[in-house]
């Protein structure tokens, strides 16, 4: 690959008029409104998948501020066309977007090496996970909930306490009780044709949102880890191959997209940024690799005491430290058992900046950018260790339906 390096001029105009009267006075200068690059090593070569090699490269462009800016003030107007100056710029964070994206790159790596299967956590979760596949008995003691509450909603519109509790003590039983009710409504109803019954209502919406969040909370936690386990079980038994020189390939990416606010001479500034850290690992093992046990469970103490503790998934929500504690066992288990692994890490982003506004005397409309592009492949013999793990927010709609979900279950 070639690098190179391009610069572009352009005339910026700068007019000035004078409130005396007279000519304007005109000045014409060349200047840099836009600058390109590329770099890369070693030159003229590239790799490929079978063969890889160390690599990289780096394009940079950028386009300054580019626009119009009038000036005005008693005694003269100036008015400016063309490039007026730096563009204020947002900094994007590609760090940590790097780092996310290497973590996920490596878990995906870790699934594809030995699996996602923890057949510990699963005997540890087995009273809970038994009592989620009794669906009948969960009916009935739904259904029973559902009656039990609608009678009380029943008791509660009889009319005062001392009235209420004379027909609780009167009528023991729930359905002779239902039944009363309704006929004493009946009979009224009959003697004063005005009489409208007034509608029960069992709180029904909460019931129901209840029901959902319950609902939810079972099928993403309960229900769709117990499919993926029975689906790995199955994996681990049909796919056991024998011991041969094997290939894996695992890819991660975290994406930027953020809106912000800057000012150029006090005047707002519209900043945007947009981009994506990208990973990619490539691993073949030693001949006569096989994971063994390592497929079934896993070997850390630490990590299944704290998938077994409960809402620990609300921590991943901010911190994964499952997800570590899962890659970080995998590179010890497999530090040596790798015969070359490759690396490569994708970054590119691009920064803009929007100016249209006036303040005092400055009027200004402009815009500039910057856009860059960094591309990274090394080589090594071992298998990588993940990246400590960093505190994230960016929660996505799953997240936030089951965060709502777990607010229903502590309301009444």
Known sequence: M??????????????????????????????????????????????????????????????????????KNPFWTTLTTGVIGSPPLASPSILAASDSAYNQCLQNLGKKVRGSLDLSVAVGESKTTLKMLNLVERLREGMTYMKKGWLRALARKVGSTKT?????????????????????????????????PVPVNAGLVSKVSKLGANGWLEFTYGWKPLCSDIRDVASNIINSQQRKLQSFRARGSVSLNAQSKANFEGIPAQQSLKGKACWTITAIMQQGFDPTFSKWTSLNPFSIAYELTPLSFVVDWFIDFSGYMRSLETALIYRTSVKSICYSELRFWTSGVTISGSKDTVSV??????????????????????????????????????AASLMRQLLK
């Open 164 to 196: 209420r509790r004379s027909y609780e003590t009167r009528f023991r039983d729930n359905r002779e009780f239902a039944r009363a009710l309704v006929n004493w409504q009946n009979d009224v109803k009959l003697r004063y044709p005005r009489f409208r």
């Open 365 to 402: 409309s402009a815009s500039g950018f910057e856009r860059i592009i960094q591309f990274n492949r090394t080589t090594g013999t071992t298998f990588p260790f993940p990246q400590a793990p960093r505190i994230s927010v960016n929660l996505g709609s799953s997240r936030l339906l089951s």
């Open 2 to 71: 070639e690098g190179f390096s391009v610069q572009k001029k352009r005339s910026t105009r700068s007019v000035q008029t004078f409130a005396s009267g007279g000519p304007p006075s005109i000045s014409v200068v060349d200047m840099i409104a836009y600058q390109g690059s590329l770099s890369a090593s070693p030159k003229n070569k590239k790799g490929n998948f079978r063969d890889p090699n160390a690599f990289n490269y780096n394009f940079y462009e950028r386009g300054e501020l580019v626009g119009s800016r009038l000036q």
